[in-house]
């Protein structure tokens, strides 16, 4: 049900599809075709019976004259080719607009899914119903059973189980992507919390002449690492720029991934200077306003610490979940109450002036108003594909 959209679908999602039977030849040319896998107006090429290398060097130059023809290969015929021309064979496929390999054996199909990876350096996924898939799916870099009247065995041996092929859509268009975003998006935001803090014990050893001390004592390095920043952070994996209805809609959202953009050196190294350009402001923002009690550092640079996390959720976060609110709220407000009760970190005289206030108003503005600027003036010249459609 649904297999040609689903084939159109992944296809337009920059998706190259290969399509790996024992069939033989005639029932292989009529499933492709049936399909759409291989379009009625696509001109196809069937590589002939070759039993020497001569043999397959001259087919291998008849396809190669054939420009934007679809590959129906025999399982025989991909042997030799594999084993006499396997690179120049493997750069004719790869650029056919779909390849079909027929008769093959089930070690042939997982040799094949090899050679894509090791020849292309790209994921592959292999989807399969049967017995027979079995090493073909666990080849793959992802393998995908489809629960079918073939049995369990595919499903069983694979990384996802569906029940129809048309689920792959949804697999990959929505929750692939969303995936792939959100891990990116905690990977790097967990780096800054981390970084944050380690940049302000540098700053603040540096200041007082490399003194081993520590800026924090035990319980507020463990807090700030759990109860204090622990729910917005990892809420994130909650968040999403579209709807799956939009995603599925424009196919072409996904394609974007292939350039990996989310998660790069680029993004890492952006991170790190965010990470040191806070933990600078705010150390050395609380040394500059502290008046006379080393516990008033501790105070004022916790508090901006704090805030200034819980706002750099609000800056990554696309689009806002109820899930992600309630942590915000559930974090400040276990940090005003630590406040209040811990004595020995913070001195309760001292945090209920206006004058912790403002100082901690100031350090988290200057920590965090560029970064809200750059990200507007980023959106304004430079949206991304997916605001345009929302």
């Not at 590959?71 to 004719?92: A, D, P, T, V």
């Not at 595919?154 to 995936?179: E, K, N």
């Not at 790097?188 to 520590?214: C, D, E, K, P």
């Not at 402001?281 to 805030?307: K, N, P, Q, R, W």
């Amino acid at each position: 049900e649904n297999v040609k959209p689903s084939l159109e679908l992944l296809r337009n999602a920059g998706i190259r599809i290969w399509m790996l039977t024992g069939d033989k030849l005639e029932t292989a040319i009529c499933i492709a075709q049936s399909s759409r896998l291989v379009p009625r107006s696509q001109s196809i090429h069937v590589f002939g019976n070759v039993t020497s290398r001569t043999d397959t060097h001259q087919e291998l130059n008849a396809f190669r004259r054939k420009t934007d023809s679809a590959l129906i290969i025999r399982g025989e015929s991909l042997e030799l080719c594999l084993k006499f021309y396997e690179h120049e064979f493997m750069e004719l496929a790869c650029a056919a607009p779909a390849v079909v390999c027929c008769r093959c054996t089930p070690t042939q199909k997982a040799s094949v899914v090899r050679l894509i990876q090791e020849h292309t350096g790209k994921r592959a996924a292999a989807i399969g119903d049967g017995g027979n898939d079995v090493s073909m799916i666990q080849a793959a870099d992802t393998g995908i059973g489809i629960v079918g009247k073939e049995g369990k065995q595919a499903s069983l041996a694979a990384d996802f189980s569906i029940p129809q092929f048309s689920h792959i859509v949804r697999l990959l268009l929505v929750h692939g992507r969303r995936s792939y975003k959100r891990s990116a998006a905690l990977a790097q935001f967990v780096i800054h919390r981390g970084l944050i803090i380690s940049t302000m014990q540098a700053v603040f050893s540096s200041v007082f002449y490399f003194a081993s001390v520590s800026l924090y004592q035990g319980f507020l390095m463990v807090g700030y690492a759990t109860v204090y920043t622990m729910l917005p952070v990892f809420s994130l994996v909650l968040d999403k720029d579209v709807s799956s209805k939009i995603a599925m809609t424009y196919p072409e959202l996904y394609k974007e991934l292939a350039k990996g953009r989310s998660l790069t050196y680029k993004t890492f190294f952006l991170w790190v200077l965010i990470s040191i350009y806070q933990g600078g402001v705010i150390m050395y923002g609380a040394l500059l306003l502290f008046d006379d009690e080393f516990i008033h550092i501790v105070a004022i640079s916790f508090s901006a610490l704090i805030l200034t996390e819980l706002l750099m959720v609000t800056l990554t976060a696309r689009k806002w979940h109820v899930i992600m609110i309630l942590g915000e709220l559930v974090s400040l407000g276990l940090y005003v109450a630590s406040l209040a009760l811990f004595h020995e970190f913070f001195d309760s005289q001292f945090i209920r002036t206006a004058d912790f206030v403002w100082k901690v108003c100031v350090i988290t503005v200057i920590s965090c108003l560029p970064l809200y600027i750059l990200k507007c003036l980023h959106k304004k010249f430079s949206p991304p594909s997916y605001s345009k459609l929302t």
